[in-house]
């Protein structure tokens, strides 16, 4: 378990780039480095963050750790790669001397590419992916983060494009990695895969706001039941579940990382009544929100 130690504030720090400001560094495309510039700085630990607009993608391929991402917390056996999507609060402790990269890339970049195959449908959600393909290589991994890193450094033409077929084979191989390389669907699967990542663009921007299943589906131009379809079919749950599932995400960061009040916590997320924003959470998490918080972590 991760013993650090928080202090709860207002506001959870968001950077592109850990402990650099928003401001400095170029928000349109991507970064690449090496895990132990940044990490060896901190006393290689990272501490809670999260990163407003971006997927970060950890490859890590010596040394190890612990990383924790909003309530999940995964022991980094390399090879290993971790998706960290926006807005999830994370922390890390490595393992000294610990390596690898550390690629972090616009969440609307990494939207579009997982929009050309629908085994990439659950990309940019959190993951741990221990990177050991049949080939002993991960499926090519450590060559496609080795290449993401030069195209990055160099300015060669094609560059861009040069970034995006390496980036391709990162989520290519994450996808074989998770499902054994079983075959993508058919057409059908394909037009759910763009339903629920649609869908999940639209949560993020409304899952404040209490609004009805009928909104999303309304704003997808589909009826509830296609959408609720499409949900079941790519994620495996219910487009309610989904929903549900990012409330509680954002209940539980809330809660664990500011000073709100839990009644605050729940106004925040659209509920008027905080017994009723208690009662749903307690639902969700198997206990109150005070006990949530008061936990040992």
């Not at 997927?55 to 924790?68: A, K």
């Not at 990177?131 to 450094?153: K, S, T």
């Not at 699967?189 to 999940?200: F, G, Q, T």
């Not at 997320?269 to 936990?295: C, I, V």
Request: with cysteine; aromatic share 10%; proline share 6%.
């Amino acid at each position: 378990m991760l013993h650090l130690r928080m202090t709860r504030q207002n506001v959870i720090p968001s950077f592109f780039l850990y402990d650099e400001a928003l401001a400095d560094v170029d928000l349109d495309f991507l970064h690449v480095e090496a895990i132990r510039i940044r990490s060896s700085v901190h006393d290689w630990t990272i501490r809670p963050h999260a990163h407003p607009e971006h997927v970060q993608f950890l490859f890590v391929t010596e040394g190890g750790g612990r990383i924790r991402v909003e309530d999940d917390e995964w022991q980094l056996d390399p090879p290993t790669v971790v998706v960290i999507p926006p807005t999830a609060v994370h922390e890390i402790r490595f393992e000294p001397g610990s390596d690898g990269f550390a690629l972090t890339i616009a969440a609307s970049y990494v939207t579009a590419m997982a929009q050309t195959d629908p085994a990439f449908a659950d990309v940019p959600a959190a993951g741990l992916y221990p990177a050991q393909g049949p080939d002993g290589d991960g499926y090519g991994l450590l060559d496609a983060f080795q290449w993401l890193e030069r195209e990055f450094i160099g300015a060669a033409p094609g560059r861009r494009a040069a970034i995006g077929a390496h980036f391709l084979r990162v989520l290519v191989a994450l996808a074989r990695l998770k499902d054994g390389g079983a075959p993508a669907g058919g057409p059908l699967m394909r037009r759910d895969a763009d339903i629920v990542v649609r869908y999940r663009r639209l949560i993020e921007e409304h899952f404040r706001q209490a609004q009805p299943l009928t909104f999303y589906a309304d704003g997808l131009n589909i009826t509830y039941a296609r959408l609720n379809a499409a949900c079941r079919a790519v994620a495996g749950k219910s487009a309610l579940k989904l929903m549900h599932d990012r409330l509680m995400i954002e209940a539980k960061r809330n809660l664990l990382y500011t000073s709100m009040s839990v009644g605050e916590v729940g106004h925040a997320l659209g509920f008027q009544d905080p017994a009723y924003f208690s009662r749903f959470f307690t639902r969700h998490a198997g206990r109150s929100p005070a006990a949530f918080r008061a936990a040992p972590r």
